[in-house]
């Protein structure tokens, strides 16, 4: 896992709410990725952020919100809109943007109830 | 986009024996392919990645392969351990932006 933390490690939440997730990393990356993750699939994209203030949309981003205020962190909020949010969340950075290992994060588990 | 394939059926097999897991891509040839392990509830790490201009890439136990003839790389565990056991997922980047496109994974059990 490196230096980076992901927190909750478990979230629960009620139908209707947001909930922000938290990602920070202390390893200097430009470049930060929230994935999620369901049973039996791969990783899919939901945002990136290559630079502080610019982040993109990928594969899945509907009903999903980040910010990028910082370089060491890159929060994700799961909002009300996203249908089907429970799912095991995973941030990762890299070095650079044509640099090629990825790192991850520990991952949250968010249940919503 | 590049589509990825890998075996979804776990791969079973003995303490001691090598396992092969495979990783097909359809599209174009990417410039690189990695290969991370996973365990359960946890993030992926990264083990390795061989670059297109090369057939072969070693690190301990592990070797991967890349055959960009037929679009695939092997995964190879030589004398594979309990300690082993994990899934394990092949990634490609994807376009411009380098940004990899990761396989479902294999899940490799290593019975005792």
């Known amino acids: 896992d490196g230096g980076i933390t992901q927190s909750p490690k478990y979230l629960f939440r009620k139908e209707g709410q947001n909930v922000t997730l938290s990602c920070e990393q202390n390893?200097?990356?430009?470049?930060m990725y929230w994935y999620r993750q369901d049973p039996g699939q791969g990783l899919r994209l939901i945002y990136y952020?290559?630079?502080?203030?610019?982040?993109q949309k990928g594969d899945i981003a509907e009903g999903y919100s980040v910010s990028r205020e910082k370089k060491e962190s890159f929060p994700l909020t799961v909002t009300s809109a996203q249908k089907n949010p429970t799912a095991f969340y995973l941030c990762?950075?890299?070095?650079?943007?044509?640099?090629?290992?990825?790192?991850f994060g520990p991952g949250t588990r968010l249940t919503v109830l | 986009s590049q589509k990825i394939e890998q075996n979804s059926e776990a791969l079973n097999i003995q303490e001691g024996k090598t396992a092969t897991l495979t990783c097909n891509y359809t599209n174009y040839s990417p410039a690189y392919l990695q290969w991370y392990r996973q365990d359960p509830g946890r993030g992926p790490v990264f083990l390795l990645l061989i670059r297109e201009n090369e057939k072969e890439k070693r690190k301990e136990r592990l070797k991967v392969t890349f055959d960009t003839t037929l679009k695939q790389s092997l995964f190879h565990i030589t004398a594979s351990q309990p300690a082993d056991s994990a899934t394990y997922l092949c990634?490609?980047?994807?376009?411009?932006?380098?940004?990899?496109?990761f396989g479902r994974g294999t899940s490799l059990i290593v019975h005792p």
């Open positions: 952020s290559q630079i502080v203030n610019d982040f």
């Open positions: 990762a950075t890299r070095l650079g943007l044509s640099t090629d290992t990825q790192y």
């Open positions: 990634a490609l980047p994807s376009g411009g932006s380098y940004i990899p496109t």
């Open positions: 390893l200097n990356h430009d470049a």
